[in-house]
């Protein structure tokens, strides 16, 4: 298996302008989740799906930030408009209810915003 | 008071050394217990899990869980240089809530 596939791997933009990040998960896995990352804050989850249906958005900082999961491979999350504080690596995890209750993480989206 | 603590460092040791790394937590309720290791600009890579308490080795490592205290262990015995990473701890109950440390930077000195 290919693993929790993210894109972009890096992303430079400017305050203000749309950002989509993009993720397909393990084959199988059900769930899925959105994590940021920060030196200050540590990993923080932004959002999580279960069989396509976003289940707990309550890490979802502001109204900027959205995410979709249309079909079972695949998810997005959308920053509309980006600002310089958004700057982080943005993880994508996922899960197969049935199995061990551990994650996979992906390689990250690493975005700056200037 | 944090579900989870994790002491960030940083930690240096020689090669060849025995590492402690080490976590507590608040909630009586977490059953699944995982070490991420993370090398710079990558994503955490999980690294073991336990299921309730006691010990699991794999190699080098040996991850140790005692429910009773709210604390748990990752051993790394004869530490390599490629240990050289960012560990994190990682808890959850059943479900989908997972609650993470703030990870322990350790480097290992040829």
Known sequence: ?114 | QKEVEQDPGPLSVPEGAIVSLNCTYSNSAFQYFMWYRQYSRKGPELLMYTYSSGNKEDGRFTAQVDKSSKYISLFIRDSQPSDSATYLCAMSRTGNQFYFGTGTSLTVIP
């Open chain 1, 1 to 114: 298996d290919a693993g929790v596939i993210q894109s972009p791997r890096h992303e430079v933009t400017e305050m203000g302008q749309e950002v989509t990040l993009r993720c397909k998960p393990i084959s199988g896995h059900n769930s899925l989740f959105w994590y940021r990352q920060t030196m200050m804050r540590g990993l923080e989850l932004l959002i999580y799906f279960n069989n396509n249906v976003p289940i707990d958005d309550s890490g979802m900082p502001e109204d900027r930030f959205s995410a979709k999961m249309p079909n079972a491979s695949f998810s997005t999350l959308k920053i509309q408009p980006s600002e310089p504080r958004d700057s982080a690596v943005y993880f994508c995890a996922s899960l197969q209810d049935s199995g061990a209750n551990v994650l996979t993480f992906g390689a990250g989206s690493r975005l700056t915003v200037l």
